[in-house]
């Protein structure tokens, strides 16, 4: 056995035995401290449940899961490479005394910090089972995303070992470091749901508008051509997860704005950067072929609207159902009257999930009972997490189902913000507007 095998054989005993004998000690001093490891991302979630959740009003949906498999990983990274570099000024008598290498007491704090990791991995899938999340294929891929973290958190805290002994100083100021680098990740909050008067950009919009201007040939003739300009001076962002109300008087430009959005119409100036993989207008029996059956034009009027021929065939049986058609969905599309038409239509562009849902008007179609059952699918569907663009002339629906709007008069966009800020400001100007007549 070469002396260089001899050397790795021993220092990967000794760090064993020194981890053992490291977690026997802490257990023996401090009785609850297995219990501790598993029940400390516990406590952190709740103070930060309570600080940015409620207080703050910084959280997302299921904002608890969230927090909690974003506080177990970095809990992990933040402790090892602390720990890493405090071990290395408790070690150095050590070090001092015999020939000891300066990874020893950095990869001894990574394997016992891996050693507590398997427990608290205990506590993360109990957690979302008990919470309701369903088991997927994704939880398999654990292993291989803690093996990753363990060599990134490996190479930080060689690097930090590295350096502390030229620069002591560094020790203490890794924990202040870890600690800020954390409040400014989204561990413990969205991304999207930072406050834009924040002023940190730590994610960019889903779609920036920028100056941007659009005009329709009205008349031409051989001396001059005539344009309309629909829009002339438009800029607003949305940011994923938004539910965005664009709201003006009639003939202000909305619906070519939602066509702009949708890539439809591409804008004569300014830009357009939309971010989404499928963007698509809700938009009712696109594509509906009359002598095709009612599940054949599902089937290619979702796919019109941008989704997949495999996801609308998952989504079939939930649109037969929502549209109410029952065995007419075999029939030609012939056969049927508006309204069931009209039904089938809005259940396919309703079940199709694009990243961008595009709205004009919240619409009810049918009977009274399928337009009520409609309308609360929609309001649903703007309250979820999917990002929704909604046109709308009720400012009520807005100022409710929206988060954020901009207001567009006569081409331009003149405000965008909070909603219930936008639409009283729009308010506002209709009542003077009448006022002065």
Not at 270 to 299: H, M, S, W
């Amino acid at each position: 056995m070469t002396a260089y095998k001899r050397n790795s054989i021993h220092f990967i005993q000794l760090v064993l035995v020194k981890v053992k004998a490291n977690l026997q000690a802490e257990a023996s001093k401090f009785y609850l401290s297995y219990v501790w490891w598993i029940f400390e991302p516990l406590l952190q979630i709740i103070v930060f449940y309570v600080v940015f959740g409620l207080l703050l009003e910084r959280g997302t949906d299921n904002f608890v899961v969230y927090l909690l498999t974003g506080i177990i990983p970095w809990l992990w990274f933040n402790r090892s490479i602390s720990n890493s570099a405090f071990s290395i000024v408790q070690g150095r008598g050590i070090m001092m005394q015999v020939n000891l290498s300066k990874l020893f007491f950095p990869t001894v704090v990574i394997c016992q910090d891996l050693a507590k990791q398997f427990f608290v991995m205990i506590l993360l899938i109990t957690f979302l089972l008990l919470y309701g999340i369903e088991p997927a294929l994704c939880w398999l891929t654990l292993p291989l995303l803690m093996c990753v973290q363990l060599l990134f958190i490996a190479v930080a805290a060689y690097f930090v070992a590295a350096v502390i002994p030229f620069l002591p100083d560094l020790n203490y100021l890794v924990r202040t470091g870890l600690m800020m680098l954390m409040f400014c990740s989204g561990v413990f909050y969205s991304v999207e749901a930072i406050s834009k008067d924040c002023h940190m950009s730590v994610s960019s919009p889903l779609i920036s508008i920028h100056n941007v201007g659009v005009k329709f040939r009205l008349h031409r003739s051989i001396f001059a051509t005539q344009y309309f300009e629909a829009l002339k001076n438009v800029s607003f962002s949305i940011n994923r997860g938004d539910s965005f109300g664009i709201i003006g008087r009639n003939g202000a430009g909305k619906t070519t704005m939602l066509r702009l959005l949708a890539g439809i119409l591409q804008p004569d100036t300014g830009k357009i950067k939309n971010r989404a993989a499928n963007t698509a207008i809700l938009a009712l029996q696109v594509g509906f072929d009359p002598e095709l059956t009612g599940r054949a034009n599902a089937i290619l009027s979702g796919m019109l609207l941008g989704v997949t021929k495999k996801e609308v065939e998952r989504q079939l049986d939930n649109i037969i159902a929502f549209s109410e058609l029952g065995d007419f969905i075999d029939r030609p599309v012939k056969s049927y009257s508006s309204g069931m038409k009209a039904r089938l239509g809005f259940a396919v562009a309703l079940q199709v999930s694009p990243e961008i849902l595009l709205i004009d008007e919240v619409l009810g179609v049918g009977d009274v009972s399928f337009q009520k059952k409609s309308i609360a699918v929609m309001k649903e569907k703007l309250l979820s997490d999917q990002t929704i663009v909604l046109v709308s002339h009720d400012r009520n629906t807005v100022k409710t189902l929206c988060n954020r709007a901009v207001w567009i008069e006569n081409g331009v966009s003149l405000m965008e913000g909070d909603s219930e800020e936008v639409v009283a400001a729009y308010e506002e100007f209709l009542t003077s507007n009448l006022t002065h007549r």
